[in-house]
């Protein structure tokens, strides 16, 4: 848990991008996933792509949201991951899976974490 501590201590003090959506961007969608489903293909886990290899690692009972930020009926747009829900607060994690890679990498199958 430390080791992830501190990956995503570095990922804030370099000052990650965040864009703000344009304004014609005006329709939001929204997908939500207990970690637990987002091990395998499933309904849930197709808006959480690069988290089947993340999910070892997570708490399978909390909540993952991602969501998209888009023009009406537009395909693309601005996406955002990583927002869970931890007991009594929201904390973002974006893309976690880019984050904390290297560490998965050391750790087989979740094992130590």
């Not at 091990?39 to 998209?68: I, K, T």
């Not at 007991?87 to 893309?95: G, V």
Request: glycine share 8%; proline share 11%; charged share 20%.
């Amino acid at each position: 848990m430390e080791l992830a501590r501190d990956a995503f201590d570095r990922f804030w003090k370099a000052s990650p991008p965040v864009r703000t959506p344009d304004p014609a961007y005006s329709e939001l969608s929204l997908w939500v996933a207990p970690a637990g489903m987002l091990d395998r293909e499933n309904l849930l886990s197709r808006q959480f792509p690069g988290y089947r290899g993340l999910a070892p690692w997570l708490d399978p009972h909390r909540v993952w949201l991602a969501w998209r930020f888009a023009k009406p009926g537009a395909l693309g747009g601005l996406s955002y991951d990583g927002l869970v829900w931890c007991d009594d607060h929201w904390a973002w994690f974006p893309r976690p899976y880019l984050v904390l890679r290297e560490l998965a990498a050391k750790i087989p199958n979740g094992s130590g974490a």
